[in-house]
């Protein structure tokens, strides 16, 4: 729980306060005595006994008991300090703004160290060190500028660079979007996001609680309670919009396996968000437009009516959001559009964009949002762009817009690019209390993000039934390393996963007797393939469609003597579409499962799905769907399809064996061979690290 005293502070004292507003210590006073802040403010420097209308103290050991302190002095001397305060001062709330800690060097880690043992032993709570600060209605504990309007019902913002923190709240701000808070947590010493959100999760209250939350992130330091507090918090009813950067390639693992060259950091990710319902975003612009489109009443469907006086950017629009799944419906043939169209200009048009022309008057606009709103039964959202050339006042349009958003039911977004011609009325339109888009692409991406991004995926789910203590016996007694043939298919039949039926032999006649046995034939052809190489395909390892007993001792003796090859597996050649299934273990994110087209095609396309564990069929088919393959897996030119029921039953199959197992740190399914008959792997690798 996080301490009263940082939250809402009876007193607060500047240690290293300036008259200089253009140090940390000053500029921190500043805002502090320009903030809503009501109550006792002290200062702390040496050399002075005045600054800016505060009684300063030469050090904290005069200081009287004070609830909050905000520290601008070397991080030398911050230790000290806190011991002070927090063992004399019955200080229990810390914002650290000072640099030099565990970001820069071992000596600044243990002084770190020592300052958050001596604030959890009082039970107080520390933002930073190394960072711009903490803000929220009662009070600015903050060094940056803007200062963002507060309200009760703005974004709470929590990032991990306070920098970073500045740009996205300039540019929030510019259009309009209001903060409830905003956590600069820097070092994370004690604080982090995730305690944040925690913080947040276990405060809630849906009358009084912003229910928009945004994060930036470098780092996440405990995903599954990332997920959980994020996942609660949008089930009460609230939106989370989030940047993580920095997971370009720097994750990326050594690919001792196909699933091990997939698995990012950024992959885990963007499986981690999606199971949480997190809006991922890829930079500022975009973050703030998704927190903007949370401000507006929540989507119900994807059927959007543009609403302009400018075809260009209608067209944009159209095309974002139609690329991006979502529908701008023709309206030519609506019964409502013939009375619409006779109350607008001649040459306008009402099939969707709704072009009322450049001459468009404020009554017009409320004539089609009427009939948006009542009429037009197959939308379900507006986008209305109306900018100016520079001839006129937008005042009254903007004034009549203002009013639609506050009556319709359906969400109107506005598009009000003219941020020059038109400033002070668009000024005035976000005076009263409204967001502005500026840029129509820049809000359709954002719209379509919304849209595509599924709810929280259930806490608790229900995985096929698998034989767990058979799993269990089978690990036990099995090595770390690679598994031999014969534990993991025990594994796979053990968890209900469906495989070939092979042979493993490493003499000639004992490949030619099982050939007599499955009846080797043109009609039973036979796969035999090296055991021991990683890519067999790359050594010349893989022979299809033996027919004859001639030719399987022929390709025995030539596979046999591949180097690293000591056996040679055989089996029953199956028919079908190239699907692949894979598992890797992360110390922190769990288990991530993979799924997609397989064979050599994940090599060359990587048009894989992943999720963390644990993952449901039903989840796994939706999944699917997202595929640029998907169409292939439908079926296309007379090719089969793949069974999808199967397909994804056997995805859950593999997450409920690694949650039996967790000791399978990377796992291959590629390929599996799916038709309408069957989903059977025909390849498989396991590796333990127990």
Not at 479 to 507: F, P, Q, T
Request: charged share 25%.
């Amino acid at each position: 729980m996080i301490a009263k005293e940082l939250l809402n502070p009876r007193s607060i004292v500047i240690c290293g306060a300036s008259s200089d507003v253009h140090k940390p210590g000053g500029k921190s006073l500043k805002n502090l005595l320009e903030s809503p802040f009501k109550g006792q403010v002290y200062a702390v420097n040496p050399k002075e006994t005045e600054v800016q209308g505060v009684k300063c103290y030469s050090k904290v050991e005069d200081l009287p008991q004070v609830d909050c302190a905000i520290l601008c002095i070397a991080a030398k001397f911050c230790a000290q300090t806190v011991d002070v305060l927090a063992k004399e001062k019955g200080c229990k709330g810390f914002i650290i703004v000072s640099a030099g800690f565990s970001e820069e060097s071992h000596e600044g880690a243990e002084i770190e160290k020592h300052i958050v043992d001596t604030i959890n032993s009082v039970g107080g709570s520390l933002i930073g060190p190394n960072c711009t600060g903490f803000l929220n209605v009662n009070y600015a504990g903050c060094f940056d500028t803007p200062i963002p309007p507060l309200d009760p019902k703005g974004v709470d913002f929590i990032t991990g660079s306070g920098a970073t923190a500045v740009f996205i709240k300039e540019y929030g701000m510019s259009n309009g979007l209001k903060f409830n808070s905003v956590w600069a947590v820097g070092n994370s010493a004690q604080l982090g996001i995730e305690d944040v959100l925690e913080h947040l999760d276990e405060t809630f209250d849906p009358v009084k609680s912003s229910h928009v939350i945004m994060l930036y992130m470098e780092k996440i330091g405990d995903p599954q309670r990332l997920l959980k507090h994020s996942r609660s918090l949008i089930n009460k009813g609230c939106h989370i919009a989030a940047i993580k950067s920095g997971g370009s390639a720097a994750g990326s693992r050594a690919a001792s396996s196909h699933t091990g060259a997939l698995a990012t950091n950024d992959a885990a990710v963007d499986a981690l968000f999606r199971k949480a319902g997190i809006v991922r975003c890829q930079n500022r612009q975009e973050l703030t437009t998704v927190c903007a489109v949370f401000m507006y009443p929540e989507l119900k469907g994807k059927r959007c009516a543009v609403v302009t006086h400018a075809g260009g950017p209608a067209v944009m629009l159209t095309d974002v959001l139609s690329n991006g799944g979502m529908e701008v419906p023709s309206l030519k043939d609506h019964p409502a559009s013939p009375a619409l169209l006779e109350k607008l200009f001649g040459g306008s048009s009402v099939g969707n964009p709704i072009d009322f022309l450049a001459t468009g008057t404020a009554e017009q606009l409320g004539y089609i949002l009427d009939t948006v709103e009542n009429e037009y039964t197959d939308i379900d959202f507006s986008v209305v762009i109306f900018g100016s050339p520079g001839l006129f006042s937008n005042k009254e349009v903007y004034d009549l817009l203002d009013q639609k958003m506050r009556t319709c039911k359906k969400p109107i977004f506005p598009v009000l690019p003219s941020i020059i011609n038109v400033k002070s009325e668009i000024e005035d339109f976000i005076a009263k209390g409204n967001i502005n888009f500026p840029e129509e692409c820049v809000l359709g991406n954002a719209l379509v993000k919304v849209y595509n991004t599924p709810k929280p995926q259930p806490e608790n789910v229900e995985l096929p039934k698998i034989d767990v203590a058979r799993i269990r016996a089978t690990v036990d007694r099995c090595k770390d390393g690679y598994m031999e043939i014969s534990d993991y298919n025990e594994l796979l039949d053990a968890a209900g996963i469906s495989r070939k039926k092979s042979v493993e032999v490493s003499k000639k006649e004992d490949a030619l007797a099982f050939a007599k046995e499955v009846g080797c034939s043109k009609d039973v052809p036979l796969v035999m393939k090296v055991v021991g190489p990683l890519h067999k395909s790359d050594v010349g390892g893989v022979t299809l469609g033996v027919k004859d007993l001639d030719t399987v001792a022929k390709e025995f003796d030539r596979l046999i003597v591949i180097p690293e090859t000591y056996a040679v597996e055989m089996y029953p050649m199956l028919d079908g579409t190239d699907v692949y299934i894979g598992a890797i273990r992360d110390d922190k994110f769990g288990h991530q499962i993979f799924f997609g087209l397989g064979g050599i095609f994940i090599e060359v396309l990587k048009d894989v799905q992943s999720a963390l564990a644990p993952i449901t069929a039903a989840e796994a088919k939706e999944m699917l769907k997202q595929l640029k393959g998907y169409k292939i897996l439908e079926g296309v030119r007379g090719q089969e399809g793949v069974n999808l029921d199967l397909y994804a039953d056997q995805v859950a199959r593999v997450s409920a064996l690694v949650q039996a197992a967790p000791e399978i740190a990377e796992m291959d399914l590629n390929p599996l061979l799916g038709n309408p008959r069957y989903v059977t792997a025909v390849d498989a690798r396991i590796r333990l690290e127990k």
